[in-house]
C-alpha cells in the first residue's frame, strides 16, 4: 500500500494574509518611531527651560548679595550687572537683556539657528524649524519683589 506524505508549509493565501497583517502593524506603529525630530524639538525646549531657570537661580543669588533683589529696574552697570535685571532675575527685553547674547548671528544663515528668539514685553523662544506657536519656550518677567519668572514650555506641536 503506498501512503501519501502529508505536505507540511503555509499556503500561498497563509502567507498573504500575514504580510497584510504585518503591514498594517508597521503603518501603524511606524509614525511613533519615525517622529524624533518632534522629540528632540521638545528636549531641547526643557534644555532651554533648565538654563534659564539656572541663570536665574544665579543671578538672583548675586543680586540679593548686591541689594538688588527688592528693586523694580537694575540698570547695566549697577553692580557690575551686564544685563538688565527685574526683580533681582534676568529681564526678558530691552538692551542689554538676556535676549542680546542669544541674538548674535553673525555669518550665520537663517536655516543655521538653533533657536528663533523674539522679545518684547516677554520673549518667546522657537525651536529653530518649528514656527508653531506650540513649540516653544515663554519667558515672562517677575512682576513684582518675591515672585520668580514664568517659563513654560509648549512642546505638544513640535
Not at 69 to 90: I, M, R, V
Not at 104 to 110: V, W
Request: hydrophobic share 40%; aromatic share 8%.
Amino acid at each position: 500500500m503506498y501512503h501519501l506524505k502529508k505536505q507540511q508549509g503555509f499556503t500561498l493565501i497563509e502567507l498573504v494574509v500575514v504580510i497584510v497583517i504585518l503591514g498594517i502593524l508597521a503603518a501603524t506603529a511606524a509614525p511613533k518611531f519615525i517622529d524624533l525630530t518632534g522629540d528632540a524639538r521638545k528636549s531641547t525646549l526643557q534644555g532651554v527651560k533648565g538654563a534659564l531657570e539656572g541663570a536665574n537661580n544665579m543671578v538672583f543669588s548675586k543680586a540679593i548679595i548686591d541689594g538688588a533683589a527688592n528693586k523694580k529696574w537694575t540698570s547695566p552697570g549697577e553692580n557690575g550687572y551686564d544685563y538688565l535685571l527685574t526683580w533681582g532675575y534676568l529681564r526678558s527685553h530691552g538692551n542689554p537683556s538676556f535676549v542680546t547674547a542669544f541674538r548674535d548671528t553673525t555669518g550665520l544663515t537663517k536655516e543655521e539657528w538653533d533657536f528663533v528668539i523674539v522679545g518684547d514685553t516677554s520673549t518667546t523662544i522657537t525651536a529653530a524649524g518649528s514656527t508653531k506657536s506650540d513649540c516653544q519656550v515663554l519667558y515672562e518677567d517677575a512682576t513684582a519683589a518675591g515672585e520668580r519668572p514664568t517659563i513654560t514650555v509648549t512642546g505638544s506641536g513640535c
